[in-house]
Nanobody, 124 residues
Framework: QVQLVESGGGLVQAGGSLRLSCAAS????????MGWFRQAPGKEREFAAT????????YYGDSVKGRFTISRDNAKNTVYLQMNSLKPEDTAVYYC?????????????????WGQGTQVTVSS
């Protein structure tokens, strides 16, 4: 059974930064792409970022591109999301997920394990 534990969320002022972490267990970590998704109140969950199993390939959603950076440490079975220049519209619950594939992917259907989520709130 794969388990994902997110941490690093919190309250930050607009323009500030946060780094989310997601620790994984139960699967050979480097064989799976990882992703970060987010869900704001009253909205559907949306794709934020993904990284391939090797860490070479990354993709970002248009709303976070240039501000967020996804990375991973396969030795620690951990994926990170560095969030800079945060905006109030970044307020959401952030979820990490394990993909079925090694290659990075944007589609939710390609992920079969999800964390419990961590709240990020950006004040104006």
């Amino acid at each position: 059974q794969v388990q994902l534990v997110e941490s690093g969320g919190g309250l930050v002022q607009a323009g500030g930064s946060l780094r989310l972490s997601c620790a994984a267990s139960g699967r050979t970590f480097s064989s799976s792409a990882m992703g970060w998704f987010r869900q704001a109140p009253g909205k559907e969950r949306e794709f934020a970022a993904t990284i391939s199993g090797s860490g070479v390939t990354t993709y970002y959603g248009d709303s976070v591109k240039g501000r967020f950076t996804i990375s991973r440490d396969n030795a620690k079975n951990t994926v990170y999301l560095q969030m800079n220049s945060l905006k109030p519209e970044d307020t959401a619950v952030y979820y990490c997920a394990v993909a079925r594939t090694t290659w990075a992917r944007r589609d939710e259907n390609g992920y079969d394990y999800w964390g419990q989520g961590t709240q990020v709130t950006v004040s104006s």
